[in-house]
């Protein structure tokens, strides 16, 4: 196993680190209502792969805009 599996507080640095403030309470949520990152059960904790942090974060990004009227 080469991957480095992040709990739910290091999940949430590693997000911050990137300029993506989540709290970890933030990504307690989405596990039990949906929309957050993929995660993985470890007993009883959930655990991150960052590999999932960074696909996830890059969905929600926008496209990249010139102001803020340019259309969607």
């Known amino acids: 196993m080469s991957q480095k ?3 739910r507080i290091q999940a ?4 911050k680190i ?7 309470t933030t990504l307690q949520k989405w596990a039990t209502t949906g929309g957050g990152p993929a995660y993985y059960r470890f007993g009883n904790r959930a655990v991150y792969a960052p590999d999932d942090l960074d696909a ?3 969905a929600k990004l926008g496209t990249p805009r010139a ?4 259309a969607a």
């Open 18 to 24: 990137r300029g993506l403030p989540v709290e970890p």
């Open 5 to 7: 599996y992040l709990s």
């Open 67 to 70: 102001s803020s009227s340019t």
């Open 12 to 15: 949430s640095e590693y997000l």
């Open 56 to 58: 996830w974060a890059q």
